[in-house]
């Protein structure tokens, strides 16, 4: 059974930086997929970023070239630095997992392990 555990998230100005973490223990992690989903409130999760098990990233369009996935495999840890932030970056981040090829990344329905979440705020 694979465990995953967030930690990093907190409040921060907007243009600033926060980097969350994942943790993962569990399960064989040679050929596992990582990625970063959030929620805001009263909407559906949406995909953040994905990177899998050659470290090979994906992003959403509304992150991409604020945001980078990053893993180290000898940790079993995932990372997910946000820079330039805006306060539409407000949500629940959650980190989630599944073992092999995921297509497509970006739907929630392919990952079977999730973490608790992490709150992230962004002020103007």
């Known amino acids: 059974q694979v465990q995953l555990v967030e930690s990093g998230g907190g409040s921060v100005q907007a243009g600033g930086s926060l980097r969350l973490s994942c943790a993962a223990s569990g399960g064989t992690s040679s050929t596992r997929y990582m990625a970063w989903f959030r929620q805001h409130p009263g909407k559906e999760r949406e995909a953040v970023a994905g990177?899998?098990?050659?470290?090979?990233?994906t992003y959403a369009d509304a992150v991409k070239d604020r945001f980078t996935i990053s893993q180290d495999n000898a940790k079993n840890t995932v990372y997910l630095q946000m820079n330039t932030v805006k306060p539409e970056d407000t949500a629940m981040y959650y980190c989630?997992?599944?073992?092999?090829?995921?297509?497509?990344?970006?739907?929630?329905?392919?990952?079977?392990?999730w973490g608790q979440g992490t709150q992230v705020t962004v002020s103007p």
């Open positions: 990177v899998d098990w050659v470290g090979i990233p």
């Open positions: 989630a997992s599944n073992i092999g090829i995921t297509f497509p990344w970006s739907s929630p329905d392919r990952y079977p392990y």
